[in-house]
């Protein structure tokens, strides 16, 4: 054996070859299961467990009387575990099954299915599963592999429509408010977010974390055992110091009223609780809980979720009267003696500017002016008082401020007079003065500011900010947080002219154009406005306050009807209704049994 | 006087060798146990596999008795059995994963590529042992591959890549410890290399179609066919080792001419094979490599099996989850768990410190082979347990490495450990004959 010597060379090299190729697999083992453990390991808790999401209850709303105006009902969703490994044509075997449940074609439902595959994580096909349908798919369930049924809370609206615009509805999460609540705790793609109202403005509060339940899988999607149950943590509660009753009340005569569009504000004057903020026409915040497939098309842009309480911006008309004469007299530019003589128009150089009745008003002083509106003695008034100390005043009752409501897109409307124009064309003239006098022309007010102006009114001098969220509480009770009134601004006014125009007020709704407001056993004072609008029939004010006889004001109120005409007319009966629903047995206030 | 004998047959064995197949054994039986743990038809597996054990216990015996010298003389016999065994399982084989490589025999399968593997072995040993004086030359090493090319042929016409892929380098592996030039098998591991290479290259491209909009891409790409462009490649590598060879004798190097030819060869011959190679290879095949390439590419698909084995075994950390806790191969993750993945099953529930042991032991049995080598008496005993060796160490290096992804996904088992009945009684039979060797280390 010659070779003898080399081949045993040889088998060294082998032996060594091997010894390094294993040597290179001992250090990729080294790698992947000491150095990579800890991601893999999560790789291999990711493959074998499913996280079903269980929503939690949102926070409740209350209103101020303790009724429940924003709950939760238990739900069945349908929940589908993809397996991780791919079969489709079990799939639409499972979409054809499901279609006639669900009542959807088994291309959509397939559709679903498909995107749960390709992303590997759990979907909802079916939300609010009808009693019914939940038996048969919970015969399904032992059919089908990877079907789960799971309880969740669903948001439900008990009064309906009551309150829609100020409570708002929810939604679906759209991309870009997850990025901004992503770091928040608790939110998904598919979590359901406050879209509008109380509901979006309070959504970190209401927002409950939701709950899970940790499910071990197998490879084909096969549930195996629950290895934990996180639970839920609800939502913190919301209460109003809105009173449902009143509420109701103020709707229903709106939707009852000459057009049915149009707003309410009542609020207590001496601390801007707002107790009643209605928008007609409204919707009912259910609609949007639903599963949209179900109810047909009701899409976003169909619901009238314009809040005319707040959004909605109007010539304030007779009612800024008020503001006149608190600057006529606090400015000492005439006494409330003083009598005008109003033939139905009055002239101003070349132009003619009408009084609301024809046939006018004869002589007239303050008080019987404000009874009766007329136009011409505020007309001559205002051209005492003149343009700019009128503009000072609204200003200084809030026109064109806003009052701080904590609702979106309150518009401040917009102030009228020689200083908003300065700089500007057509300059001011004295047929300026004499429309805003009577709040005509450029001036804008939205219902809300009319509500704080009448309540500084009733307050004589001081407006508090309308609030409507009395206290938010945590599940279990604790109060994280309590309003407490907030004023606004100071109307520094001498107290006789506070009395005078409380006096004309009173007047008007008792034998004047407010009479149709009277209600018996109360102080009401009022003033009706009427709002031309060029586009049609005019819109009807009339704001109000009121309070037992020997006690302060309880309520101040403005309703607002579109299309209205005559303030006294079409608001006055609406007024009324609403002030019977304050003052229907209620409890008397704190204040009140302390002085007894 | 069979007491002397028996006595001698137990003085002499490598008893080393026999604990540690031992050892392995049980952690194959421990891994395939568990592996098959949650599958249905559990039970069945389990029989089947410990009736392997039981006739590889006496194919371990009959291989160790009958002197391996038998072979050499029988060698034309097994090379005529061997051929018939796969001309048989292409005609009357039974088809299973898209491969005719079955017997169905009453009480399980057998998978006659696994037997025709130790027996070309022993074809090309005895063919090295006569021609052993000229092993150094080109004829010699051509003629073992032309030897062994019926046998290659008919496995891959089953077709069955994975058994061709371990055979070859065992092939080049027994040349090796025969003395061939290293020139001569670097020139064959490139041909191999080639014409493995250049599928993956194309399935490559077809992956990633805007790498062929580029020049070497797109050139690359266009070889994948006999087209124009393919032999005008061909000739314009011709002429530039042309240019090469008259440079450099300018330069008065003293290279010969046969250099330059045999690189042509190498790349023309490799490149050629690999079309041939890429148009036989399935559509499965061709995915493997792809989930090779880039494992991203399909996450749900084929490259689910790499990422899974990969999950398994990194998951398992330092002390694994424990024996029939892993989560990955007892719910299913983990595929082909107690057959071609079984090596992730050890590194996930006996984690880094199993797997590692199961590493050693197999190195260990490898070392008790390189020694049945070194010790054995002839040519032809040495050449065996070579074969023997290369045949393991190949195994291991190709299921292993293919479990950590450190290769293309191969589907070859791990001899011992994982489950097959046909393999597991071969290997238990081929350590026997290695045993034979080592026994039989002294002129008697």
Request: charged share 20%.
């Amino acid at each position: 054996m010659s070779q003898s010597i080399a081949p045993r060379v040889r088998l060294d090299v082998l032996w060594i070859f091997l010894y390094a190729s294993c040597a290179i697999i001992a250090l990729r083992l080294f790698d992947l299961q000491l150095l990579r453990h800890e991601a893999l390991l999560k790789a291999a808790e990711r493959n074998r467990t499913q996280l079903i999401f269980t929503t939690s209850p949102r926070g409740r709303i209350f209103d101020r009387n303790g009724r429940l105006l924003a709950g939760n009902r238990a739900t069945f969703s349908l929940v589908y575990l993809p397996p991780k490994t791919e079969e489709t044509e079990e799939l639409e075997r499972l979409a054809r099954t499901l279609a006639s449940t669900l009542k959807q074609t088994p291309n959509e439902i397939m559709g679903i299915l498909q995107r749960a595959l390709k992303r590997g994580a759990p979907v909802r096909l079916a939300q609010g599963i009808p009693w019914q349908a939940m038996f048969q798919l919970s015969e399904l369930k032992t059919l089908v592999r990877g079907m789960n049924l799971v309880v969740e809370a669903e948001r439900t609206y008990p009064y309906g429509a009551l309150g829609s615009h100020l409570l708002g509805y929810l939604g679906n999460m759209e991309t870009k408010y997850l990025g901004l609540l992503r770091e928040a705790e608790g939110y998904r793609m598919d979590s359901m977010i406050g879209k509008a109202g109380i509901e979006r403005l309070f959504e970190r509060d209401l927002h409950g974390i939701d709950g899970g339940i940790l499910l071990e899988v197998d490879a084909g999607g096969h549930l195996k055992r629950v290895l934990d149950r996180i639970p839920f943590r609800p939502g913190r509660d919301i209460t109003l110091t809105l009173d449902a009753q009143v509420q109701e009340a103020a709707e229903n005569a709106l939707r009852r009223s000459v057009s049915g569009k149009g707003a309410v504000v009542a609020m207590d004057p001496y601390t801007g609780e707002i107790l009643a903020l209605a928008s007609q026409p409204g919707f009912d915040p259910n609609w949007f809980v639903e599963l949209p497939t179900e109810k047909g098309p009701r899409t976003r842009h169909q619901i009238p979720e314009f809040n005319l309480a707040v959004q909605g911006t109007y010539p304030p008309g007779s009612i800024l009267k008020i503001v006149t004469a608190a600057a006529l007299f606090n400015e000492g530019r005439a006494r409330p003696g003083d009598r005008v003589h109003c033939p139905g128009y009055f002239k101003l150089g070349d132009r003619t500017f009408k009084c609301w009745r024809k046939e006018g008003h004869g002589d007239v002083a303050f008080l019987d002016a404000m009874r009766d509106s007329c136009d011409v003695y505020f007309y001559q008034m205002g051209l005492k008082t003149g343009g700019a100390t009128l503009e000072r005043y609204s200003r200084w009752f809030g026109v064109g401020e806003p009052t701080h409501v904590p609702l979106p897109g309150e518009a401040t409307g917009n102030a009228f007079g020689p200083m908003a124009r300065l700089g500007k064309r057509p300059r001011w003239r004295k047929g300026d003065t004499v429309n805003l006098s009577i709040g005509q022309g450029g001036i804008l007010v939205t219902p809300i500011q009319m509500a704080a102006l009448i309540g500084t009114v009733a307050t004589r001098g001081t407006m508090f900010r309308p609030q409507f969220i009395s206290r938010i509480s945590e599940p279990d009770g604790e109060t994280i947080f309590q309003t407490k009134p907030e004023v606004l601004r100071q109307v520094d006014i001498k107290p006789e002219i506070w009395d005078l125009l409380q006096k004309s007020l009173e007047r008007v709704v008792e034998d004047g154009t407010g009479k149709k407001c009277r209600v018996p056993g109360l102080v009401v004072a009022g003033k009706t406005g009427t709002a031309q609008n060029p586009r049609g029939e005019d819109h009807a004010w009339f704001v109000a306050y009121a309070g037992r006889p020997g006690e302060p004001p309880r309520v101040a109120l403005v309703v607002l009807i579109q299309h209205g005409g005559h303030g006294g007319e079409t608001a006055g009966p609406v007024a009324k209704e609403i002030l019977e629903a304050v003052f229907k047995d209620r409890a008397p206030t704190g204040e009140a049994v302390g002085r007894l | 006087m069979p007491f002397v004998a028996r006595e001698t047959i137990r003085g002499r064995m490598d008893w080393t060798l026999v604990w540690a197949t031992v050892a392995l054994l049980f952690m194959g039986t421990l891994a395939v146990a568990s592996a098959s743990w949650h599958l249905p038809y559990s039970n069945h597996i389990l029989q089947k596999h410990f009736l392997a054990l039981g006739i590889g216990a006496f194919a371990f015996l009959a291989g160790l008795s009958l002197n391996y010298q038998v072979y050499q003389d029988q060698s034309k016999a097994a090379y005529v059995v061997a051929i018939l065994l796969l001309l048989a399982v292409l005609i009357f084989g039974q088809t299973l994963r898209g491969t005719r490589g079955w017997f169905r025999l009453p009480f399980f399968s057998f998978q006659p590529s696994e037997v025709v593997r130790i027996l070309t072995i022993f074809v090309v040993a005895n063919y090295l042992v006569h021609r052993g004086r000229w092993v150094t030359e080109l004829p010699v090493v051509i003629g073992t591959f032309a030897l062994a090319a019926p046998v290659l042929a008919l496995i891959l016409a089953e077709p069955d890549l994975s058994s061709t892929l371990v055979l070859f380098p065992t092939l080049l592996c027994m040349l090796f410890c025969a003395g061939a030039r290293p020139s001569h098998l670097s020139a064959l591991a490139g041909y191999g290399l080639v014409s493995f290479a250049m599928p993956l290259v194309w399935t490559y491209l077809s992956l990633r179609p805007e790498r062929t909009a580029s020049g070497l891409g797109g050139f690359l790409g266009s070889l994948s066919h006999f087209s124009l462009t393919f032999f005008l490649a061909l000739a314009g590598f011709a002429a530039v080792l042309a240019f090469l060879y008259w440079f450099h004798a300018k330069m008065r190097f003293q290279l010969p001419w046969y250099y330059f030819a045999a690189l042509y060869l190498v790349l023309a011959g490799g490149l050629s094979t690999g079309i041939l190679v890429n148009h036989a290879l399935k559509d499965y095949q061709k995915k493997r490599f792809v989930s090779f390439l880039s494992p991203e590419a399909d996450p749900r698909g084929s490259g689910y099996n790499l990422r899974q084995a990969q999950i398994a075994l990194g998951s398992g950390g330092f002390w694994g989850k424990g024996m029939f806790s892993g989560t990955q191969s007892q719910l299913g993750f983990l595929p082909e768990r107690h057959t071609d993945f079984v090596f992730a099953v050890i590194g996930e529930e006996l984690g880094f410190l199993g797997a590692l042991f199961t590493l050693g032991l197999y190195l260990f049995v490898l070392w008790r082979l390189v020694m049945a080598a070194r010790v054995a008496r002839d040519e032809f005993g040495y050449l065996v347990a070579c074969g023997l060796t290369g045949l393991f160490g190949f195994h291991l290096l190709i299921n292993t490495g293919m479990t950590v992804g450190l290769l293309p996904v191969a589907g070859v088992p791990l001899p011992m450990v994982s489950y097959g009945g046909s393999s597991l009684v071969v290997s238990l039979w081929s350590l026997g004959i290695a045993q034979s060797v080592y026994m039989r280390r002294f002129m008697l």
